[in-house]
């Protein structure tokens, strides 16, 4: 079984690659007959390679959710070329495959979290997996650490607020041990605590754990520290390129319906006002460091 995995391996070093990658929904009648398609994704070409902190961004409709379902093999290609560390998500025969090296977090964490204690929860992919016991505790200690969550193990996860199910739920997947985990639109439903919280949780895991993550999400300040960050709109990849390569172009994410983080406009703002300030701001640090170095200018 492992040579033929082997064989059916695409000869790729990247953790996610697509190539010319469609998709169609197809519209069916109250009789269940199909009556035409409709294109969710439109000759998507992606690359991702291990270990990245990948965002992608985009309005409601844009294709970002089933670009999500494409990669955990949820929903196969209709069109194109899709593989997930080096496997082809279209072959029935590795869909298991897929979804360990691949891991997903929903936008609302009650439809992922099915037990009634944390550690349960946490525990219940890798019995899935056929994991012994003794590795089991292992790893459900280690990931609920990582996530912050440690101390909650024995909680119910009824009793937890929005930002702190979405972490178990993060160690849910993390407790499987993928080697990329795409989390689609994670903090939709949070307050700003929990966002960060739950940001600050996969920022942590990328960088320490080496873990490859794809946030997909429509808040702005969420992606500055990735490093690569896709735009789709109309079913497409119509921008990519670092954060600050991204934000320059605010007309552009305008036209786009999308915005930029509220530093980068306040920034603008401030240039538009004749205070020479640079045109790739990310941060509040940075922009005081920025306004800082005027004032001396000016003294």
Same mark, same amino acid.
């Given at each position: 079984?492992?040579?033929?995995?082997?064989?059916?391996?695409?000869?790729?070093?990247?953790?996610?690659?697509?190539?010319?990658?469609?998709?169609?929904?197809?519209?069916?009648?109250?009789?269940?007959?199909?009556?035409?398609?409709?294109?969710?994704?439109?000759?998507?070409?992606?690359?991702?390679?291990?270990?990245?902190?990948?965002?992608?961004? !985009?309005?409601?409709?844009?294709? $970002?959710?089933?670009?999500?379902?494409?990669?955990?093999?949820?929903?196969?290609?209709?069109?194109?070329?899709?593989?997930?560390?080096?496997?082809?998500?279209?072959?029935?025969?590795?869909?298991?495959?897929?979804? @360990?090296?691949? %891991?997903?977090?929903?936008?609302?964490?009650?439809?992922?979290?099915?037990?009634?204690?944390?550690?349960?929860?946490?525990?219940?992919?890798?019995?899935?997996? %056929?994991?012994?016991?003794?590795?089991?505790?292992?790893?459900?200690?280690?990931?609920?650490?990582?996530?912050?969550?440690?101390?909650?193990? @024995?909680? &119910?996860?009824?009793?937890?607020?929005?930002?702190?199910?979405?972490?178990?739920?993060?160690?849910?997947?993390?407790?499987?041990?993928?080697?990329?985990?795409?989390?689609?639109?994670?903090?939709?439903?949070?307050?700003? &605590?929990?966002?960060?919280?739950?940001? @600050?949780?996969?920022?942590?895991?990328?960088?320490?754990?080496?873990?490859?993550?794809?946030?997909?999400?429509?808040?702005?300040?969420?992606?500055?520290?990735?490093? @690569?960050?896709?735009?789709?709109?109309?079913?497409?990849?119509?921008?990519? !390129?670092?954060?600050?390569?991204?934000?320059?172009?605010?007309?552009?994410?305008?036209?786009? $319906?999308?915005?930029?983080?509220?530093?980068?406009?306040?920034?603008?703002?401030?240039?538009?006002? %004749?205070?020479?300030?640079?045109?790739?701001?990310?941060?509040?640090?940075?922009?005081?460091?920025?306004?800082?170095?005027?004032?001396?200018?000016?003294?």
């Amino acid at each position: 079984m492992e040579s033929k995995k082997k064989e059916l391996m695409a000869n790729t070093t990247n953790m996610i690659e697509a190539r010319n990658m469609s998709f169609d929904y197809f519209k069916r009648d109250e009789n269940g007959e199909i009556t035409g398609k409709e294109r969710a994704l439109d000759g998507i070409d992606l690359e991702v390679k291990h270990g990245q902190f990948i965002a992608i961004l !985009g309005s409601n409709g844009s294709g $970002k959710s089933t670009l999500a379902k494409n990669i955990n093999a949820i929903l196969n290609p209709s069109e194109g070329t899709l593989y997930v560390d080096g496997i082809d998500v279209s072959n029935d025969e590795l869909i298991w495959d897929v979804r @360990k090296s691949a %891991g997903m977090v929903f936008q609302n964490p009650d439809n992922q979290i099915i037990a009634s204690v944390v550690e349960e929860d946490v525990a219940f992919g890798p019995e899935n997996m %056929g994991i012994s016991p003794k590795d089991i505790i292992k790893r459900v200690e280690e990931c609920l650490k990582a996530v912050g969550m440690f101390k909650f193990r @024995k909680a &119910s996860p009824n009793h937890l607020s929005g930002g702190q199910k979405q972490r178990i739920a993060i160690a849910g997947i993390m407790a499987m041990k993928p080697k990329c985990i795409v989390l689609d639109e994670p903090t939709a439903m949070l307050d700003p &605590s929990g966002r960060r919280d739950v940001i @600050k949780t996969i920022t942590k895991l990328n960088k320490e754990e080496g873990i490859t993550i794809l946030l997909i999400t429509h808040y702005m300040d969420e992606v500055v520290n990735a490093d @690569k960050v896709f735009v789709m709109a109309d079913h497409k990849i119509k921008m990519q !390129g670092t954060p600050r390569e991204i934000f320059e172009n605010a007309k552009e994410l305008e036209e786009l $319906k999308l915005d930029v983080p509220y530093v980068t406009r306040l920034a603008v703002a401030l240039r538009d006002e %004749g205070i020479e300030l640079p045109a790739d701001i990310l941060t509040r640090e940075e922009l005081v460091a920025e306004i800082m170095k005027v004032k001396a200018k000016q003294q």
